[in-house]
């Protein structure tokens, strides 16, 4: 309970929740639309934005947000409209991302920043302003899911019944494909680039082998993300060791837990 008294620990904690709130939302979406490998695209791209900031002066966080908000509207138009697998289109945005982030680093004056908080991820190094950008983005999506549910399911379960319905798809993709491109860049402070796919998919699929309802899934998550982020913070905190990977590996831990008492129960 001492480290409740520390103001890095309450603002990893705070963190902890916005970021989880934000994850369970979007990764319900990315999961129900099988958009695992786009996150994980826009998540790498998101290093060449990193990369350019550093060798620019600014920004770096913020530069990745522009770089991965137009990667992810580059995948979608490309993938839609030139007569190119979504597949391909991501493993190009993906190599690009890394390539432009090593180059962009190694050309940059001075001493190599430190880039293991952004890789790996470091939760006590998070700040009250990346809690503040959070906890805005937080708040848009809970209006924005509790305004638009009904249109976002269907979108994200049946695209050519969203058509028929007269619902306008292309400006709710393009709309969850920005919000999953700045989930993605604010949430890299608490697991890192290597590692966020996870965070964004393994609460949702956790809570899927329980129920199929979008609510309860997201729900679920939220409070599943939320749960893994203090137990592996407190845990790394203690044992020493990365927080963002212990995070990921209590989450991974979890679901076999849970997956292996299902079975048991089901055989």
């Given at each position: 309970m001492d480290l409740l008294h520390y103001s890095f620990f309450q603002h990893a904690l705070i963190g902890s929740l916005l970021t989880a709130i934000a994850c369970g939302i979007v990764g319900t979406y990315i999961v129900s639309?099988?958009?695992?490998?786009?996150?994980?695209?826009?998540?790498?791209?998101?290093?060449?934005?990193?990369?350019l900031g550093f060798y620019l002066g600014m920004n770096p966080i913020l530069m990745a947000m522009a770089f991965s908000v137009l990667s992810a509207?580059?995948?979608?138009?490309?993938?839609?409209?030139?007569?190119?697998?979504?597949?391909s289109a991501i493993a190009g945005v993906w190599s690009l991302g890394m390539a432009l982030g090593v180059v962009f680093i190694f050309l940059t004056p001075g001493?190599?920043?430190?880039?293991?908080?952004?890789?790996?991820?470091?939760?006590?190094?998070?700040?009250?302003g990346d809690i503040y950008w959070i906890a805005g983005l937080s708040f848009v999506l809970v209006i924005l899911f509790s305004l638009f549910l009904?249109?976002?399911?269907?979108?994200?379960?049946?695209?050519?019944?969203?058509?028929?319905?007269?619902?306008?798809?292309?400006?709710?993709?393009y709309i969850m494909m920005f919000f999953i491109a700045v989930t993605i860049v604010l949430s890299i402070r608490?697991?890192?680039?290597?590692?966020?796919?996870?965070?964004?998919?393994?609460?949702?699929?956790?809570v899927n082998l329980f129920t199929s309802d979008f609510k309860k899934i997201i729900w679920?998550?939220?409070?599943?993300?939320f749960?893994?982020?203090?137990a592996g913070l407190v845990l790394s905190y203690f044992l020493n060791v990365p927080s963002g990977a212990f995070i990921i590996l209590v989450l991974v831990v979890f679901f076999l837990i849970v997956k292996a008492i299902k079975y048991w129960f089901n055989r």
């Amino acid at each position: 309970m001492d480290l409740l008294h520390y103001s890095f620990f309450q603002h990893a904690l705070i963190g902890s929740l916005l970021t989880a709130i934000a994850c369970g939302i979007v990764g319900t979406y990315i999961v129900s639309r099988r958009l695992v490998f786009i996150s994980g695209g826009i998540t790498h791209a998101s290093f060449g934005g990193l990369g350019l900031g550093f060798y620019l002066g600014m920004n770096p966080i913020l530069m990745a947000m522009a770089f991965s908000v137009l990667s992810a509207f580059g995948v979608e138009w490309v993938s839609k409209t030139q007569n190119i697998r979504e597949d391909s289109a991501i493993a190009g945005v993906w190599s690009l991302g890394m390539a432009l982030g090593v180059v962009f680093i190694f050309l940059t004056p001075g001493y190599a920043p430190n880039l293991s908080a952004y890789l790996f991820g470091n939760i006590l190094t998070i700040s009250k302003g990346d809690i503040y950008w959070i906890a805005g983005l937080s708040f848009v999506l809970v209006i924005l899911f509790s305004l638009f549910l009904r249109e976002i399911v269907y979108v994200a379960f049946d695209r050519d019944f969203a058509v028929t319905q007269q619902l306008p798809v292309k400006w709710i993709e393009y709309i969850m494909m920005f919000f999953i491109a700045v989930t993605i860049v604010l949430s890299i402070r608490l697991v890192g680039i290597m590692l966020l796919m996870s965070l964004l998919t393994l609460p949702q699929i956790t809570v899927n082998l329980f129920t199929s309802d979008f609510k309860k899934i997201i729900w679920g998550s939220i409070l599943i993300g939320f749960l893994g982020c203090v137990a592996g913070l407190v845990l790394s905190y203690f044992l020493n060791v990365p927080s963002g990977a212990f995070i990921i590996l209590v989450l991974v831990v979890f679901f076999l837990i849970v997956k292996a008492i299902k079975y048991w129960f089901n055989r």
